[in-house]
T-cell receptor, first 112, second 111 residues
Framework: DADVTQTPRNRITKTGKRIMLECSQT?????MYWYRQDPGLGLRLIYY???????NKGEISDGYSVSRQAQAKFSLSLESAIPNQTALYFC???????????FGPGTRLTVT | GENVEQHPSTLSVQEGDSAVIKCTYS??????FPWYKQELGKRPQLIID?????GEKKDQRIAVTLNKTAKHFSLHITETQPEDSAVYFC??????????FGTGTSLTVIP
């Protein structure tokens, strides 16, 4: 679904580096989410935002921060990356709750 | 918060057989239960969902059932085909709150 895009798609970084993952959407949705996916652990919510002025922590927010720059943009930052943050990261959007979430293509992050 | 458990973690079936995946949830306030399919290397996509005021919903070969009393819901796939091979995730949602996903079921359909 080209309506939700993520950059970069793949990234290798070193321990201690700061990294930002970006998400953009053209669906016009107010709600945006960041998840990480690890084998055997499913999708776990990091942060979510119901509008530009609203930011909420998910179940695994430690070590992460987010910025909602506009309705269409939601960025995830790792202030000081560590190896156990190696994972597949997905951004998602929805237009209400509860309603279908539309996922981006994912960013594969490796921290060495 | 909500706790969603999903079983089994892996499932292999012969083509044409049925597949059943089960999830349980802990918070009786959950009122929306979607199922997502994730093919290898791709993003999760919604395949069917059910709301708490409905007991069963069907869409061609896929059906979902919900038992609110027992706090469990299940995905049923009939006449399985090789293209049904994927990872399936259930989720439970409370209105105004976040999605809680299960840990996923890797389904393999053997031709």
């Amino acid at each position: 679904d080209a309506d939700v895009t993520q950059t970069p798609r793949n990234r290798i970084t070193k321990t201690g580096k700061r990294i930002m993952l970006e998400c953009s959407q053209t669906k016009g949705h107010d709600r945006m989410y960041w998840y990480r996916q690890d084998p055997g652990l499913g999708l776990r919510l990091i942060y979510y935002s119901f509008d530009v002025k609203d930011i909420n922590k998910g179940e695994i927010s430690d070590g992460y921060s987010v910025s909602r720059q506009a309705q269409a943009k939601f960025s995830l930052s790792l202030e000081s990356a560590i190896p156990n943050q190696t994972a597949l990261y997905f951004c998602a959007t929805s237009d209400g709750t509860p309603a279908e979430q539309y996922f981006g293509p994912g960013t594969r992050l490796t921290v060495t | 918060g909500e706790n969603v458990e999903q079983h089994p973690s892996t499932l292999s079936v012969q083509e044409g057989d049925s597949a059943v995946i089960k999830c349980t949830y802990s918070d009786s306030a959950s009122n929306y239960f979607p199922w997502y399919k994730q093919e290898l290397g791709k993003r999760p996509q919604l395949i069917i969902d059910i709301r708490s005021n409905v007991g069963e919903k069907k869409d061609q070969r896929i059906a979902v059932t919900l038992n609110k009393t027992a706090k469990h819901f299940s995905l049923h796939i009939t006449e399985t085909q090789p293209e049904d091979s994927a990872v399936y995730f259930c989720a439970a949602v409370i209105t105004g709150n976040q999605f809680y996903f299960g840990t996923g079921t890797s389904l393999t359909v053997i031709p």
